[in-house]
């Protein structure tokens, strides 16, 4: 069970040091030129039929979170540490960390992809596989770990949720007259896994300096398809602990723990469809050059067929607590982050006493909606500059966020176009900009939604955001003039 303890909190470390994946590609949405814009609102069209490259047609690197490596490293001494190090105060160790702290990272690769006119309206296929993945924990674990104090602490609550699946797209958009254009894409998809881990009403009584308590209700479901889950019986034997008896039945401690997990094969996991809708309408008789437009993306769900349940009774128990887990003098000093996460795996091993509860049958779970609305004006004066205000929300539970972008986008000539832009949203402000040539043969883009200025060893992004997204086609007509 320390396995398990130290890779939950090694993710959360995970989170704040590694890049991740995202979907959505924001900078593109007004740029008429993008090949792949049609993936934020299927009422969008290419400029050109094309083929894109496999795994690097659209692919976009990057993280998105509310929380970055520069805010729990500290420089003291000319040497940088984590917010743990004695040298670094409660107050400032706490000062940039968020009461609530999200971190979100999806993938699309694209296997196959393309588009092309026909049947009176533009059409895309492409065979995609995706991963979805997010996190989310509160200041109070920060607090308690840094600011150790006989008082009561109520964590709240923290969780894991991943998913991955292959998705295939069939989309086509239709220009209805001259004001309105729609579009739409049926979506078949595979489930590979799926995995959710939630910590609930965590509370730490530890007013007493001698008998702490602790309570918390842990739940782990996972869809798996040839997931076994063995179980062995445990019982506290470690003398150095105050839990070896139970002080009010004065019984040894003991309860069945998951002892490993293994898989005997692997398969299809689960089957789901979803769909995405958009809509674009032209207010050229009202104002010229205004539109407006919206997207609703991933409207469906997976059903997956075996949910594997790991949970723990939320009953009270006796608990060693959070000591000796501070960087002290010393050699100590040159503890790394992987020593300090395996401290606090030691203290919070005792606060999962997880028993499987078996195969739970089929589950039917949805893969989060995204809602992009657009607006638009091009000058009339000089048309190839057009601006833009996008408002883009995530709807996911625990994991729900949302942004505005105001763009700036200018094409000066039917194979290239250009843009910047900058918003605000659940993970902060935002920097982004994008370049895109598409002259007939080959289609060349790259930019960022979340730029990023400085970097710690080796090149790892201080900010909570920092994206960079690049993608390669193969265009077969000329471009559409705009």
């Not at 533009?122 to 920060?142: C, D, P, S």
């Not at 205004?290 to 009270?316: C, M, P, Q, R, T």
């Not at 659940?426 to 900009?433: A, K, Q």
């Not at 080796?458 to 994206?467: E, G, M, R, V, W």
Request: glycine residues 10%; charged residues 20%; aromatic residues 12%.
């Amino acid at each position: 069970m320390k396995t398990t303890i130290r890779l939950t909190l090694a993710a959360f470390s995970f989170m704040l040091t590694a890049p991740a994946f995202g979907q959505q590609f924001s900078s593109s949405y007004f740029m008429e030129g993008s090949m792949f814009r049609h993936d934020l609102n299927p009422a969008f069209e290419a400029p050109q039929n094309y083929v894109a490259m496999p795994l690097l047609g659209n692919l976009n690197v990057g993280l998105k979170g509310n929380l970055g490596l520069g805010d729990v490293l500290f420089n003291r001494n000319g040497k940088t540490v984590t917010y743990l190090h004695p040298d670094v105060s409660p107050a400032d160790a706490l000062q940039n960390i968020n009461d609530d702290n999200l971190f979100i990272f999806d993938l699309r690769t694209p296997i196959l992809a393309g588009g092309f006119a026909a049947w009176k309206g533009y059409n895309t296929i492409a065979l995609n596989f995706r991963t979805m993945a997010g996190i989310h924990f509160g200041k109070e674990l920060f607090d308690l770990t840094k600011n150790l104090q006989n008082q009561n602490y109520n964590i709240g609550s923290a969780g894991i949720e991943a998913q991955a699946f292959v998705e295939l797209a069939l989309g086509h958009s239709h220009q209805i007259d001259d004001h309105w254009r729609v579009g739409g894409k049926l979506k078949f998809l595979m489930g590979g896994a799926r995995a959710n881990a939630e910590l609930k009403n965590l509370q730490l009584n530890l007013e007493s300096p001698s008998r702490w308590t602790a309570k918390a209700e842990a739940r782990i479901e996972a869809n798996v398809s040839g997931l076994q889950v063995n179980e062995k019986h445990a019982s506290y034997n470690d003398e150095s602990r105050n839990t070896q008896i139970d002080p009010a039945t004065h019984e040894r401690y003991g309860y069945n723990t998951v002892d490993n997990v293994k898989l005997d094969k692997y398969d299809i996991s689960g089957y789901g469809a979803a769909l995405d809708l958009g809509a674009v309408y032209d207010f050229k008789e009202i104002v010229p050059g205004l539109k407006a437009s919206v997207g609703v993306l991933d409207l469906g769900f997976i059903y997956w067929n075996n949910s594997h349940v790991i949970e723990n009774n939320g009953k009270e128990f006796v608990f060693d607590g959070f000591q000796n887990i501070r960087v002290k003098e010393g050699n100590e000093n040159n503890k790394t982050l992987s020593n300090q996460i395996d401290d606090l795996g030691d203290r919070l091993q005792d606060l999962y006493r997880l028993e499987s509860k078996g195969d739970q049958g089929g589950t039917i779970e949805g893969i989060g909606i995204t809602l992009n609305v657009g607006v638009e004006y091009a000058l009339q004066a000089y048309d190839k500059l057009r601006f833009g205000l996008l408002s883009t929300t995530r709807f996911q539970g625990d994991y729900t966020w949302y942004e505005e972008r105001v763009s700036v986008n200018f094409a000066p000539c039917n194979w290239f176009d250009m843009n910047i832009n900058g918003g605000y949203g659940s993970f902060g402000p935002c920097l982004g900009w994008m370049l895109n040539v598409h002259p007939v043969g080959f289609n060349l883009f790259l930019g960022m939604d979340h730029t990023f200025f400085k970097v710690a060893k080796p090149y790892i992004p201080l900010n909570s955001t920092a994206d960079f997204t690049l993608g390669i086609s193969f265009p077969f007509s000329k471009p559409k003039k705009s």
